[in-house]
C-alpha cells in the first residue's frame, strides 16, 4: 500500500473505514488507526466538539454512536497530497441527518488524525447560491406584502407577539456573527446589545486601537471584506463594517438593551429573560440563550492595598478610551499584555509620560514576523494557492489541540531565531520576555489563559527607546497617596494608574444574569487543562464550554477572536437549528465541567490520555 499514489492511498484507506462503519464493526474501524491517533469531531458523529485520542476512545464513540449516525458515501475531494510521509486527503460523507467534510491524515497506512464536520443538515440547507431566494413572486396580487412590509412586521412582532427560539446576548462581533448564522437558518433569533450602536463595542474603545490580525484572518461569514479593505483594520472602521453588516444580514438587533435576569424552566424546557430595551422591561420566552459577551466576562480588579488612599485616577483598562486628558501628567499602566502595550502607547501619542509595570514575563511577536511565518494560510499567497477562508478554516481545525504545541514550538524557534536582535534589546531595555512555560509562544497562551502576549504593532521601539519605561521583575507591595510603592524599596509618584489587568470567565456574566448557581455549575469557559499556571484541568482535549453544550440545558457560550467567532458560528447555529426542528442530537461525551480527574498531556513530546470508558452520551 505504501507504494500506492497518495489518492490511491487515501481511497483505499476511505474505503476501508466505510465498510467497517457500515458493518456497525467498531473495532476493526479504531485498527484503522495508529495506536497515537485522534479523531476530532464536530457535530457530525458526536453532536459535540470534541477529540478522541487513542484507539479506544475511538472504539467507544463509534459502538455510542453509529446506530444513530448512520454514516455512508464516503467521498475523497480531489487529489490527496504527501508530505514527509504523510498523506493528507480531504473527503465528504453523509451521515443520517447531516451532509459532512473532513480531512485524513494516514502515516505507514494507517490514520494519524482524522477530522469530521458537519457542513449542512439535510432538508434544512441555507438557502444560497443556486438555491438563494428569489425574492419577489411575478404575479400580481393586491395583497402583496413588501420587502419592506415584511421585514417592518418581523421587527415589530418579534419579541412582542411572537417568541424568538433563541436569544443571543451580546451584540459584539461573536452575537453579530452567530445572528447571521441563525438568520441563514431560519431561526428566529433576537441579538440584545447594551451600546446605542452596532459596533460601538469597537468604537468605544481607545482612539489608536487596530486590529492586530491581518485582514484574510478576520472576514465575517457571507460578507468578506472588500478586496482594497486594509490589511489591519482600524477600530471605528470595524464599527462601520459591523453595523453595516447588521442591517445588510437583516438581523433582529435590539440596541441599548440589557439582560436583567435569566431562569430556565427545566419540565417546559423554556427560558424566561427579563431585559431592559431603553428603559422597558420586556420578558422573552426564548428555547435558548448564548452568551456572547466578548471572549471573557466582567472585568478582573486586582487588590491595590492603599487603593483608597491614592488621590490620583485609578480605572481599569475597560474605562479608558483616551489618554487626551492625561497629556503632561504621569501615568502607571499595570499589564504588559496587548492591553497594556496598547493603553501605553496611546497615553504616549498623548503626551503622557508612561511606566509600563511588568508583573510577569509577556510573549511578544512582531506583527510582520507573524505575518510572514504564522499567517501563512490566510494570505494573498494563499489565496493564489486556492486555499481560501474556509478551506484555512478547516486546515486550522482538523489539528487536535493535544497537537498543536509541538508545531507551535518549532514556529517559535524561527521566529526566536529570526527576530533575536529585536528581543535583545527589549531585554536590555528591562522588558522580561518569556513564550510560556512550554515555549509554545502566542497561541498556546492565547487558548490556555488569554493573557500574557503581545503582537508588536510599535509599542516596543517605545519600549527599547526609553519613551516608554518599564518596571518589571518587581511586587507592588501598596497604593500610596502619590503613586506606588514597590517592594525592593522604590516608589514611583505618578498622576493616574490603569490597569490593564484583563477580565474573569465568561461564566461570571452568567452568574450575574442567571445565578451563581448555574454559573457553577457550567464551571469556566476557555482554556484547555494544560497544567500550566492559569489553566486549570481537567484535560479534555477541547476547550472549555465554547461553542458545544454545557452543563446547563439550552445554555451556550459563543466568542472569541473575529476569525473562531466566524467559524465556530455555524456549528453554534447548526445545533440549535437541529434542536428546532426535532432533530436527535444525542450528544456523545461528558461537558466541560463533568469534574472528571484527568491528566493533562505533558507539556514537552506528544501529547496522549484516554478518556474513562464508556463516555455518557446524553440527550439534548
Not at 41 to 70: H, P, V, Y
Not at 331 to 339: E, L, N, R, W, Y
Not at 443 to 464: F, H, N, P, Q, W
Request: aromatic share 10%.
Amino acid at each position: 500500500m505504501l507504494d500506492m499514489a497518495p489518492s490511491k492511498q487515501a481511497a483505499t484507506w476511505l474505503c476501508a473505514l466505510a465498510r467497517a462503519l457500515e458493518a456497525d464493526d467498531a473495532e476493526a474501524a479504531a485498527n484503522l488507526f495508529v495506536e497515537d491517533c485522534y479523531w476530532r469531531d464536530l457535530l457530525a458523529f458526536t453532536w459535540n466538539i470534541t477529540t478522541m485520542e487513542g484507539r479506544d476512545e475511538i472504539r467507544d464513540m463509534l459502538q455510542a454512536t453509529l446506530a444513530e449516525a448512520k454514516p455512508s458515501h464516503w467521498t475523497l475531494s480531489g487529489e490527496a497530497t504527501s508530505d514527509e510521509g504523510t498523506v493528507e486527503a480531504w473527503f465528504t460523507f453523509e451521515t443520517s441527518v447531516a451532509r459532512g467534510e473532513g480531512i485524513v491524515r494516514l502515516m505507514d497506512g494507517r490514520c494519524r488524525t482524522l477530522f469530521t464536520a458537519v457542513r449542512e443538515l439535510k432538508g434544512f440547507e441555507e438557502q444560497k447560491g443556486p438555491a438563494r431566494p428569489l425574492g419577489i413572486r411575478h404575479k400580481a396580487d393586491p395583497a402583496r406584502e413588501t420587502w419592506a412590509e415584511a421585514r417592518a412586521r418581523e421587527t415589530r412582532d418579534l419579541g412582542a407577539t411572537e417568541q424568538p427560539y433563541c436569544l443571543v446576548i451580546g451584540g459584539g462581533q461573536g452575537g453579530i456573527m452567530l445572528g447571521a448564522r441563525l438568520r441563514q437558518l431560519g431561526v428566529p433569533t433576537i441579538i440584545i446589545e447594551k451600546n446605542a450602536r452596532p459596533g460601538d463595542s469597537w468604537r468605544n474603545r481607545y482612539r489608536s486601537l487596530v486590529l492586530h490580525d491581518p485582514v484574510w484572518y478576520d472576514h465575517l461569514p457571507y460578507i468578506p471584506f472588500p478586496e482594497n479593505w486594509p490589511v489591519f483594520t482600524p477600530k471605528d472602521k470595524m464599527g462601520d463594517w459591523l453595523e453595516m453588516y447588521v442591517r445588510v444580514m437583516e438581523l433582529n438587533y435590539w440596541v441599548a438593551t440589557k439582560c436583567v435576569s435569566a431562569s430556565y424552566d427545566e419540565a417546559e424546557k423554556v427560558w424566561t429573560v427579563v431585559v431592559d430595551r431603553v428603559g422597558r422591561y420586556i420578558t422573552l420566552k426564548p428555547r435558548h440563550i448564548v452568551f456572547a459577551t466578548g471572549a471573557y466576562g466582567p472585568p478582573r480588579q486586582i487588590a491595590l492595598p492603599g487603593a483608597e488612599t491614592f488621590k490620583g485616577e485609578l480605572l481599569h483598562s475597560s474605562q479608558y478610551a483616551s489618554g487626551e486628558k492625561f497629556r503632561g501628567k504621569k501615568v502607571a499602566v499595570i499589564g504588559a499584555a496587548s492591553s497594556g502595550h496598547d493603553v501605553s502607547v496611546d497615553l504616549w501619542e498623548s503626551g503622557a509620560d508612561v511606566t509600563m509595570i511588568q508583573r510577569s514575563p509577556t510573549t511578544v511577536v512582531k506583527s510582520d514576523t507573524l505575518m510572514e511565518v504564522g499567517f501563512e494560510i490566510f494570505s494573498e499567497k494563499a489565496l493564489a494557492r486556492g486555499i481560501s477562508t474556509d478551506k484555512a478554516d478547516l486546515i486550522v481545525a482538523s489539528t487536535p489541540f493535544a497537537l498543536v504545541p509541538k508545531g507551535q514550538r518549532d514556529l517559535y524557534e524561527v521566529i526566536k531565531a529570526r527576530d533575536a536582535s529585536f528581543y535583545d534589546r527589549l531585554r536590555a531595555a528591562g522588558f522580561a520576555i518569556d513564550f510560556g512555560e512550554d515555549e509554545t509562544g502566542l497561541l498556546m497562551k492565547a487558548y490556555r489563559t488569554g493573557s500574557g502576549y503581545y503582537i508588536d504593532v510599535g509599542a516596543c521601539e517605545l519600549i527599547i527607546n526609553g519613551e516608554i519605561k518599564v518596571k518589571s521583575a518587581v511586587g507592588i507591595k501598596s497604593l500610596t497617596p502619590t503613586g506606588i510603592a514597590f517592594d525592593d524599596g522604590s516608589e514611583l509618584a505618578v498622576d493616574a494608574i490603569v490597569a490593564c489587568t484583563g477580565y474573569q470567565s465568561m461564566n461570571e456574566t452568567v452568574a450575574a444574569i442567571v445565578s451563581r448557581e448555574v454559573a457553577d455549575k457550567v464551571g469556566p469557559c476557555w482554556g484547555l487543562g494544560s497544567g500550566v499556571k492559569g489553566d486549570p484541568g481537567p484535560w479534555q482535549g477541547e476547550l472549555r464550554n465554547m461553542w458545544k453544550p454545557t452543563a446547563q440545558d439550552a445554555l451556550w457560550f459563543h466568542g472569541g477572536n473575529l476569525a473562531l467567532s466566524r467559524f465556530y458560528s455555524k456549528y453554534v447555529a447548526l445545533q440549535i437549528k437541529a434542536r428546532m426542528e426535532g432533530i436527535a442530537t444525542p450528544v456523545f461525551g461528558a461537558v466541560s465541567n463533568a469534574g472528571r480527574e484527568r491528566s493533562p498531556p505533558p507539556l514537552r513530546g506528544r501529547c496522549r490520555r484516554r478518556r474513562q470508558r464508556g463516555s455518557p452520551r446524553v440527550e439534548r
